[in-house]
């Protein structure tokens, strides 16, 4: 698998095998920026709001590749699902993050929510809970990095940047340069180890 | 973290985390619908065995605005007023099956003491002269706002130190946070043993406001609590004014970075004067609207989570 020098020796030392390389996760975003726009018919009345954690940083790269196509700006900011969750009590409490809607709102737009990887699809949920509590968007979307399927709710992706059918007992794991500070990479580990 | 006892229960890091929580809850004040799922199914009682106005709403308010179900129960009107025990009324509170318990009580440990007899949660929402760490707790989310990380900073709390449960909460939280803190009081106001007070070294003690003033980052003024006086605590109101009132001479020797605190109700004319109560550097309306988000805060951090 192609890799560059620099990050071969910090996968290496990892557990599991990377299924997408940074430069294939650019290009996925890309991708998935020109079927946004197809999808929409431009980016007029867009608004995408990354998931925390690095649903975030996705979305503010998504929101770049959006302009650079269109050559205009696209609204960006973040959704924190903390509150939302349903799984709050089986778990130590957990730390809120911040909640970021551009100034022009959420109402009637199109928002496009981002997120690093799709399972249950309970994180998505939430999220369409949080959503409802800001206002009421035209019509919401789904994108997210990697799919690898277990859904517990009825909810599908718009744009999937790779679909990665997994095992349960296996964990796969997404490191972005904003936020691990390591090269990008989308990795899958056996949960037996 | 189960209760929310004293200020001195919180470590550095969960103090940070409740205050930065806070932040977001502080968010959805501005928000439409001011609501969050968070502690459906949840109930919470507000048990209030003295007089309050702010704690209780603000309390009320955050329950509420968590999505739990929140009573109150104060002692005028309940079955306190017929005779029955701290210990009763509880017990009868905590067999309904509630969640949360946050008491305000003229007697200071009365939530310590609840805490051991119930399942429940228990924030102390004030204990007679003793602690109120919700205050302290939101006193110092306004100050970090306005003035950042609080580490190093200097905070000066002036004012009745004896009859005051908000000073001993405070100067431990801030201690916590890294504050330096100088406690100026009339000697008469002075607590006697405060040099001693657990889990609060390192501040200094005077009784001289005027050259402590140009020195600080974060001025709080303390009510003076003329109902918990028996008298003689100090010769005319005007006396206490001229010594240790933030009037409106005194106010040009504060820096003008420095922020002026109340926990209010505030005596007008007293311990503050209106211009200083009013003016630009005063933060006591923040530390109002604070007040909901930090109770949202605690009450996240102590019932959302369960058993770690």
Known sequence: MARSDSGALAADTQPGRTVLTSDEIARALRRMAHEVIERNKGIDDLVVLGIPTRGVALADRLASALTDVEGQPVAVGSLDVTMYRDDLRSQPTRAAHATQIPDSGIDDKTVVLVDDVLYSGRTVRAALDALGDLGRPKAVRLAVLVDRGHRDLPIRADHVGKNLPTAQSERVSVRLVEHDGTEDAVRIEDGAR | ?308
Not at chain 2, 254 to 280: K, S, T
Request: with cysteine; aromatic share 4%.
């Open chain 2, 1 to 308: 973290m189960k209760h929310l006892l004293s200020a001195a229960d919180l470590s550095r890091d969960e103090t940070l985390s409740i205050l930065d929580t806070a932040r977001q809850m502080h968010e959805i004040q501005q928000r439409d619908v001011k609501k969050l799922p968070a502690l459906r199914g949840r109930t919470v009682v507000n048990l209030f065995f003295e007089d309050s106005t702010r704690t209780r709403s603000s309390f009320e308010i955050a329950g509420k605005w968590l999505s739990a179900d929140v009573i109150n129960v104060s002692a005028k009107g309940s079955s306190v007023s017929k005779g029955e025990s701290l210990r009763d009324t509880v017990l009868t509170v905590g067999a309904m099956g509630v969640d949360g318990m946050i008491i305000r009580h003229h007697a200071s440990g009365a939530p310590l003491q609840v805490s051991q007899w119930v399942d429940a949660s228990v924030i102390n929402a004030g204990d007679g002269m003793h602690e109120h760490p919700t205050q302290a707790l939101l006193d110092a989310y306004t100050m970090r706002e306005r003035l950042g990380d609080l580490a190093g900073k200097h905070v000066a709390i002036v004012g009745d130190l004896t009859h005051s449960r908000v000073v001993r909460s405070n100067l431990m939280l801030l201690r916590t946070l890294g504050a330096q803190v100088t406690l100026v009081a009339p000697p008469t106001l002075m607590p006697s043993g405060i040099t001693t007070w657990a889990g609060s070294d390192g501040f200094a003690v005077t009784y001289d406001l005027d050259a402590t003033l140009p020195q600080v980052d974060a001025l709080m003024m303390l009510r003076v609590q003329r109902e918990r006086m028996s008298g003689g605590f100090f010769p005319t109101p005007r006396e206490y004014t001229v010594g240790f009132g933030l009037t409106r001479d005194r106010l040009r020797t504060l820096p003008d970075h420095a922020v002026i605190c109340h926990p209010g109700p505030m005596n007008r004319g007293l311990e503050i004067a209106a211009d200083a109560a009013d003016e630009g550097r005063s933060v006591i309306l923040d530390q109002v609207s604070a007040g909901v988000a930090v109770r949202m805060s605690v009450l996240y951090h102590l019932l959302a989570g369960g058993e770690s």
